[in-house]
C-alpha cells in the first residue's frame, strides 16, 4: 500500500496548537517522518510544538526551495512508494496557497498519489471571513507592486475591477510594508470604498476593523491598526 | 465588557469533529449561546455533534436568511452589548465565505465589535491546495450559470483569464450538476488545460484529482471523479 502526501497546515501566529489545528491534523503530522518545507527552521519550530515522538534529527526535513527541479522532486516523493507518508509544509498557514508546494503536488497527482489536504489556519482565508465584505466572490493577487506608482496603479486597477464584478479583492503585505500600503489605499481608492485590515490573525494581538476610506482616513491615529512587524491581508470592495 | 462577535465554522462532510476543527474552536463553540445561522437544521446537528452543554432548546438559533434586514440584524448583535458572544455558522464550511454571513460582520465592524475567525474547514481552500496548481494568484466564481450555452462561455471566459494571468480559477457546483459540469470542462475547455476536481472533502469518500483536459478525456470511466451526490469543488488552470 503506498503513501499519502498530506497538506499540513502550520500556525500563522504565536498562538497555542490546539486553536490552530484539529487534534486528527495534529496526529496524522506526529505519525509522518518525511517533511518537504518552504523553512527548515520554522518547520523544526512546528514540529517541536506539535510534540514529534520522534528526535527531530530522525525526521527527513527537506526544504525545497523557490523553483523545485522535477529531478528532486520525484526523489523527495519516493517514500511514498514503499508505503512512507510524506507531509508539505509551509513556513506558514496552508501548504499550496501562496508558496511553492503546488509543484509537488502536481507531481504527486502526475504519478498517481493520495492527496489529503488538511484543515488549519489560512490568513487569507480568516480575513476574508472577517472582513464582513462579500465572500461570495473573490480575488486573491498576493503580493502589490512595491514601487509607489506602480502599486498605485494596481490599486486602481483592482478597485475598478472590484466595483465593476461586485467582488472583493485580497492582497497581502509583508510586516515591514504595511503601514506604508494601508497609507497608499487611503490615498488611493475613492471614499467609499471599503477596506478591511487584518493583522497577527489567531495570535495574541489579533485585530481585524473594516471601514470605508473616508471613517478610516477620518479615525485617530490610535484607532488605526497597528501593522509595524505584524503580518497584514488587506480585503477591498468598492461599491 | 462587550461580547465577541465569532465566525466558527462547521464540518464539510460526514467526518469526527476533531478532524475539522482544533479542540479551543469546538471550546469557544460549547460557551457560545447565541447562534446565528444559515440554516437551522444543520446548525443543531453540529451543536449535536459538538456536545454543547445546554440543551439545544435553550440556546438563541436565529436563522438569518438570504437577505438578512438591518433592523433584524441590530437586534441579533445585541446579545454583544450586554457581554454575551454570538457565533455566525454557515450551512457548511466557513461563514462568511458564499454564505449570507458577511452582512452580519460588516454590521458588526461598524458597531464597533470585537470580530473574531475561528479556524475550521473551507472546501474552496482544501481544493485549492490539493489542486497542485498554482495558488499565489486565485479568483473565486462560486457558482458558473447553469444554461449550457452560459456557462460554456463563462468556462470560456475564466479559462482566456487564467491563461493571460496566471490565474488560478476555482468554482463550485451542486451535488447535482457537478458531473454535467465536469463534462462542459472537458467539451468547452482547451485540451493543455490542468483541472482538478475534489469531492467529499474531509469526508469518507474524500478524492482530488488532477490532470489535463486531454488526460481526463482519455481517463477511462471508472477513474473519473464520482461526482453524482457530492458538492464539488474545481480549479482549473490554463496555459
Redesign the interface.
Known amino acids: 500500500m503506498s503513501g499519502t502526501l498530506y497538506?499540513l497546515p502550520c500556525p500563522i501566529a504565536a498562538a497555542?496548537l490546539?486553536?490552530?489545528?484539529?487534534?486528527?491534523?495534529a496526529a496524522i503530522a506526529r505519525r509522518t517522518e518525511y517533511f518537504l518545507v518552504e523553512n527548515a527552521k520554522s518547520a523544526r519550530a512546528f514540529l517541536k510544538q506539535l510534540g514529534h515522538p520522534r528526535p527531530l534529527r530522525e525526521l527527513a526535513i527537506t526544504e525545497i526551495g523557490h523553483a523545485p527541479r522535477a529531478a528532486d522532486i520525484a526523489g523527495w516523493l519516493a517514500p511514498l512508494a514503499s508505503g512512507s507518508d510524506v507531509a508539505v509544509v509551509s513556513e506558514a498557514g496552508?501548504?499550496?496557497?501562496?508558496?511553492p508546494g503546488?509543484?509537488?503536488?502536481?507531481?504527486?497527482?502526475a504519478a498517481g498519489w493520495r492527496?489529503?489536504?488538511l484543515?488549519?489556519?489560512?490568513s487569507?482565508?480568516?480575513?476574508?471571513?472577517?472582513?464582513?465584505?462579500?465572500?461570495?466572490?473573490?480575488?486573491?493577487?498576493?503580493y502589490l507592486p512595491v514601487a509607489p506608482e506602480a502599486r498605485a496603479a494596481s490599486l486602481k486597477a483592482l478597485e475598478r475591477e472590484s466595483r465593476t464584478r461586485g467582488e472583493t479583492q485580497v492582497f497581502i503585505e509583508t510586516p515591514y510594508r504595511g503601514a506604508a500600503l494601508f497609507d497608499a489605499v487611503l490615498e488611493t481608492c475613492a471614499r467609499s470604498t471599503r477596506l478591511?485590515v487584518a493583522a497577527d490573525?489567531?495570535g495574541p494581538d489579533?485585530h481585524?476593523?473594516?471601514?470605508t476610506v473616508e471613517a478610516w482616513t477620518a479615525c485617530p491615529a490610535d484607532r488605526r491598526p497597528v501593522l509595524q512587524r505584524r503580518p497584514a491581508v488587506f480585503c477591498l470592495l468598492a461599491s
Chains 1, 2 share one sequence.
Not at 102 to 109: D, E, I, Q, R, S
Open positions: 497538506l497555542p490546539d486553536a490552530a489545528l484539529p487534534a486528527e491534523v496552508c501548504p499550496g496557497i501562496a508558496d503546488g509543484t509537488l503536488v502536481a507531481a504527486a497527482h492527496v489529503r489536504p484543515v488549519g489556519p489560512s487569507i482565508l480568516l480575513a476574508l471571513m472577517a472582513s464582513g465584505l462579500d465572500g461570495q466572490r473573490f480575488r486573491f493577487h498576493g478591511a490573525l489567531t489579533e481585524v476593523g473594516m471601514r
